[in-house]
């Protein structure tokens, strides 16, 4: 077919299309997080003490880094959704603040001096069990997120599935610190650590396949 | 070659493999290169966009004048940077591209930026494909000329010009293997033009009386 055939053919009875919003994707992703939020919530899985530790350092440390880390990468992934974006930048800043959330956890607070060893204070039983509750609250979103994609246009079809991932982990781990009863930020950095990285591995596999621009 | 004694001189043409486009782009002259989108807003300001959102409203002129001009562009942009067979697939893949995700263009925003993002992903999509296309090996026993006969002949015009003088046989090969006139081969042998025709005579007719003499000469 010749070109002057397919441009024929692509603009013959074209349709209207509705534009791509921003800001309405983002408004649907906060909304389904919100309302997973609510879900556990309404179930009562909030952790008993949230009104004393909400005004805690640790708490504050905990709840604003995964928000701050939630946001920003929800925000790189939707706009990685478009051809003139690329997320490379976005994904370095969200590793330096990964980083700088780990490292500020680990001076905010030296955990519980009654712990022992480092074994007792991961408590991998414990830790196995929100890692997986991490990831079964991110797939919603990262499955949001990946209907978003193959709506959009993205270029980097990789690195906008490892930001989709970042997001989707962060926003898991952000709803499950409101049930997370442990206050060791060891155990938080190592477990959640993990369950994001996961989340993003996933990402990053799924996401991108069958991908066509 | 003019100076050597190549009887029958054999031109392989070593077949390089050709690799007619950049994988990355000529800085100096190419308004369409990878850092573009300066380029192109300045060659196409604003007309395109207002093209593009008009497309997106239905407007099935404007897409159509935009797709054709696209094209265009796209046809230069990807004749620098692919091997021709190359250029009309990734043209039209563009195109579609645009077609699909035509939703996704913003009009707040300049076009040329979303254009050679996905121009520019096409790019690579058929770098890739190239990477992937599989090459076929030649089998064993396709046919190819027979130079055995060469071969020969110049193996036996090389023994029979042996037999001559050295300055008849140097004369003989200019003049009537390689082709050189009377002058040049003169000039090449620094003999007169008169002895250079001597020579010439008196060889072939030494080659012939030697031709006619053996048996053996095929």
């Known amino acids: ?213 | 070659m003019r100076g050597d004694f190549p009887l029958i001189r054999y031109e392989y043409e070593i077949m390089r493999p050709r690799f007619p486009f950049r994988l990355k782009p000529d800085v100096s002259q190419d308004t369409t290169r990878l850092s573009p989108n300066r380029a192109l807003s300045e060659a196409f300001p604003d007309e395109w966009a207002g093209l593009m959102a008009a497309a997106q409203d239905g407007h099935g002129g404007a897409y159509r004048r935009l797709l054709s001009e696209v094209a265009n562009w796209s046809q230069r942009y990807f004749q620098r940077r692919l091997p021709l067979g190359d250029v009309d697939d990734a043209v039209q893949e563009t195109l579609l591209a645009i077609h699909r995700r035509r939703h996704t263009y913003d009009p707040r925003y300049p076009f040329a930026p979303w254009l050679a993002a996905i121009a520019r992903r096409k790019w690579i999509d058929q770098l890739r494909s190239l990477g992937r296309r599989p090459t076929e090996e030649l089998p064993e026993h396709l046919s190819v000329g027979d130079h055995e006969v060469s071969i020969m002949s110049a193996s036996v015009l090389a023994s029979l010009l042996e037999e001559l003088r050295p300055a008849q046989a140097q004369v003989i090969a200019l003049v009537k293997l390689q082709g050189y006139s009377l002058e040049e081969a003169s000039q090449e042998t620094g003999l007169s033009l008169s002895a250079v025709k001597m020579n010439i005579h008196r060889g072939l007719a030494r080659l012939t009386a030697f031709i006619e003499n053996t048996d053996d000469v095929e």
Not at chain 1, 110 to 126: H, I, M
Not at chain 1, 184 to 191: A, R, S
Request: charged share 15%; aromatic share 8%.
């Open chain 1, 1 to 213: 077919m010749s070109n002057d055939a397919l441009i024929l053919e692509l603009s013959a009875g074209l349709a209207p299309v509705r534009r791509r919003s921003v800001t309405r994707e983002v408004a649907m992703l906060i909304g389904l997080g919100l309302t997973e939020l609510a879900l556990i919530l309404g179930l009562g899985l909030m952790r008993p003490d949230m009104g004393q530790m909400i005004g805690s350092p640790y708490m504050f440390w905990k709840l604003g880094s995964l928000a701050v880390l939630a946001i920003i990468s929800f925000v790189i992934a939707v706009r990685s959704f478009s051809p003139a974006f690329s997320p490379r930048k976005g994904l370095a800043l969200v590793v330096v603040l990964a980083v700088a959330a780990i490292v500020t956890g680990l001076l905010i607070d030296p955990g519980p001096a009654n712990q022992p060893t480092l074994l007792d204070r991961l408590s991998p039983v414990e830790g196995l069990l929100c890692a997986a509750s991490i990831i079964v609250l991110s797939v919603p979103v990262m499955a949001l997120l990946a209907v978003l994609m193959r709506r959009g246009a993205p270029t980097h079809p990789e690195r906008s599935a490892l930001a989709s991932g970042l997001a989707a982990g962060t926003c898991g781990a952000l709803i499950f610190a409101f049930c997370c009863r442990v206050n060791d930020p060891l155990y938080i950095v190592f477990w959640y650590f993990t369950a994001c990285g996961a989340v993003t591995i996933a990402a990053r596999w799924i996401m991108p396949r069958r991908f066509q621009l």
